[in-house]
């Protein structure tokens, strides 16, 4: 049931404070595999519900994920190292993103009121501005 309340949060990061959105997207474009995942509601926690799943983030704005609780696919707004995302029942997530090398890092919150932190590792990178993103969480 937690997991359906958690929706899909798309986010990209950049360690670098000064990083353009644009910056963002470059590095965050791409298939990631979650590796850690914390859930959190007011009374509970949840280790590793995201583990294993996928997302693929794409340049043009939108993301998808073989997690049925972010709702397979979704759109995504970026501004500095936050990302407001929206899943396709139009539940929104705001994330703040950050990436390492291969490895990004989501801290954020749902409009569910579930908050989450997720490590990622990155399956392949996007050479392309087109490339679709499996939907997220």
Not at 37 to 57: F, H, Q, W
Request: glycine letters at 10%; aromatic letters at 8%; proline letters at 1%.
């Amino acid at each position: 049931m937690l997991v359906a309340m958690i929706m899909p949060l798309v986010a990209c990061g950049s360690d670098d404070d000064d990083a353009t959105d644009g910056d963002l997207v470059k590095k965050a474009v791409g298939v990631w595999m979650c590796t850690q995942s914390t859930d959190k509601t007011a009374k509970v926690s949840y280790d590793g519900l995201m583990v294993g799943k996928e997302v693929r983030i794409n340049a043009n704005g939108t993301y998808s994920t073989t997690s049925s609780s972010f709702g397979h696919t979704g759109t995504y707004t970026i501004k500095g190292n936050q990302i407001t995302a929206k899943n396709s029942t139009g539940d929104t997530f705001v994330v703040t993103v950050s990436i390492s090398g291969d490895r990004m890092t989501w801290n954020g919150t749902s409009s569910t009121g579930v908050t989450f932190r997720y490590v990622f590792t990155r399956e392949t990178g996007d050479d392309t501005d087109s490339v679709s993103l499996p939907s997220i969480i």
